[in-house]
């Protein structure tokens, strides 16, 4: 079998009140919190986490609010670096995490565009070939693109980040609720852009609240519970464990195999074809390995994980 394109092995990372956890550039750059950990002590909210994922496989990661899954996520795009363990990624990422918060609210969209294209790796001609479709894809009219972005609503922010990033070529995307933002017309943008994506062979580890979005997209998941993989299997399974839990906390009788209800606002785009099999129907491209280059290795600070640098 091929080299997975992720590979977590022994995962884990520290948030602490007593120690100033390092940041990278990146976290930096994206505006990150250091969260309840600053109220005092310290806590792993991921640790142990091993898995693997290949090339044009759609991953949902699941589990209750605070179990680390946007914390994984970071992990993955090394915008985190683990404590513990060692993650490895063979190919670039295209990160779709807290979109509105990589802008510099002085500087125009316009120039946004730029800077923050330009630390995705995207070129200067490949970011005027593209400025037009990113700002149709934003749907900033009147003006905006021309104004500092500190007076763009966040659902302006959220969409010109999406629009962004949604250029970048990277074989691998790492989407954290983006779906959830947004009206219903930008929504579907953003269902036919994923599509799209992995129609294209890519690898795509999804974040979500949303049954419908991760039986819609994803063929597999992985149950995070307590920071480690309770479960990693396909995605109807994974998405039952989970019900059938938050069920018996809450006391209650387990539903017999029905999705739970999901709000209006978070099912997954009508009338839109499932994309289940897209594993398989990927499997064979070439897409993974457009960039051989951007391979990265991170260890924890432990220098753990069984994996060599
Ligand atoms: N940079 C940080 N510094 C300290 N604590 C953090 C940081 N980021 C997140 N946390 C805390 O770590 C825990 C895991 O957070 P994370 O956002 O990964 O959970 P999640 O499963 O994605 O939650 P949700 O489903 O609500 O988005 C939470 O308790 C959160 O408050």
């Known amino acids: 079998m091929a080299e997975p394109v992720i590979e977590a092995e022994g995962l884990g990372i520290r948030f602490s009140a007593h120690r100033k956890r390092r940041r990278s550039l990146r976290e930096v750059?994206?505006?990150?919190?250091?969260g309840p950990a600053a109220a005092g002590g310290s806590f792993w909210p991921v640790r142990g986490a091993s898995f693997s994922v290949h090339r044009g496989e759609c991953v949902g990661i699941v589990g209750k609010n605070g179990t680390g899954k946007s914390t994984l996520l970071k992990m993955i795009a090394g915008v985190l670096i683990p404590d513990e363990g060692r993650v490895e990624v063979r190919g670039r990422v295209a990160p779709l995490l807290e979109l509105r918060a990589g802008f510099n609210g002085q500087l125009t969209g316009r120039e946004n565009i730029r800077l923050v294209g330009s630390l995705h790796g995207m070129s200067q001609e490949a970011l005027d070939e593209r400025f037009d479709e990113i700002v149709d894809f934003a749907d900033l009219r009147g003006g905006y693109i021309d104004m500092p972005v500190r007076h763009y609503s966040s659902g302006m922010k959220v969409r010109l980040g999406f629009a962004l990033v949604a250029q970048l070529e990277?074989?691998?995307?790492?989407?954290d609720e983006v779906l959830a933002v947004g009206d219903q017309e930008f929504r579907q943008k953003c269902y036919a852009a994923i599509e799209r994506m992995l129609?294209?062979?890519?690898?795509?580890?999804l974040v979500s609240h949303s049954d419908a979005d991760l039986r819609h997209f994803c063929g597999r998941g992985l149950y995070l519970k307590d920071g480690a993989v309770a479960l990693d299997s396909g995605i109807d399974t994974v998405l039952d464990a989970y019900q059938q839990d938050l069920t018996a906390?809450?006391?209650g009788p387990a539903p017999s195999g029905e999705a739970r209800e999901e709000p209006a606002g978070e099912r997954a785009a009508p009338g839109a074809p499932s994309r289940r099999g897209g594993a398989?129907?990927?499997a064979g491209t070439d897409a993974g390995r457009k960039d051989p280059g951007a391979r990265r290795r991170i260890r924890g600070r432990d220098g753990g994980g069984g994996g060599a640098a």
């Open 170 to 175: 990277h074989p691998i995307m790492l989407v």
């Open 199 to 205: 129609a294209d062979g890519r690898t795509m580890v």
């Open 29 to 34: 750059l994206l505006g990150a919190r250091r």
């Open 280 to 282: 398989e129907a990927a």
């Open 249 to 251: 906390e809450e006391g």
